[in-house]
Nanobody, 122 residues
Framework: QVQLVESGGGLVQAGGSLRLSCTAS????????VGWFRQAPGKEREGISL????????YYADSVKGRFTVSRDNAKNMVTLQMNDLKPGDTATYYC???????????????WGKGTQVTVSS
């Protein structure tokens, strides 16, 4: 079992930046792809970014491409999401999730964190 904990959320003004971290315990992240998802009240969970287990291959949804950057440090069992030029539409609860497969579909992820809140004011 892998336990994931997100941190780094908060309240920022539009145009600001936040850095989210996803830290794993119970097992290493070496063999897992790790995705970032977000969910606003009343909306479906949206996959916004994914990073591969070893070679650093990344995926970004069009809504965040060019503004968000995902990276990982397997030695620290940590994945980070640097979020720049934040917009009010980015307001949501942000989750990290791990999968043995290359997938950004929420239903296919194996482990989930409990989320961290990001609020962007206009």
């Amino acid at each position: 079992q892998v336990q994931l904990v997100e941190s780094g959320g908060g309240l920022v003004q539009a145009g600001g930046s936040l850095r989210l971290s996803c830290t794993a315990s119970g097992s290493t992240l070496d063999g897992y792809a790790v995705g970032w998802f977000r969910q606003a009240p009343g909306k479906e969970r949206e996959g916004i970014s994914l990073i591969s287990s070893r070679d650093g291959t990344t995926y970004y949804a069009d809504s965040v491409k060019g503004r968000f950057t995902v990276s990982r440090d397997n030695a620290k069992n940590m994945v980070t999401l640097q979020m720049n030029d934040l917009k009010p539409g980015d307001t949501a609860t942000y989750y990290c999730a791990a999968s043995w497969l290359w997938t950004i579909e929420p239903r296919n992820m194996d482990y989930w964190g409990k989320g961290t809140q990001v609020t962007v004011s206009s």
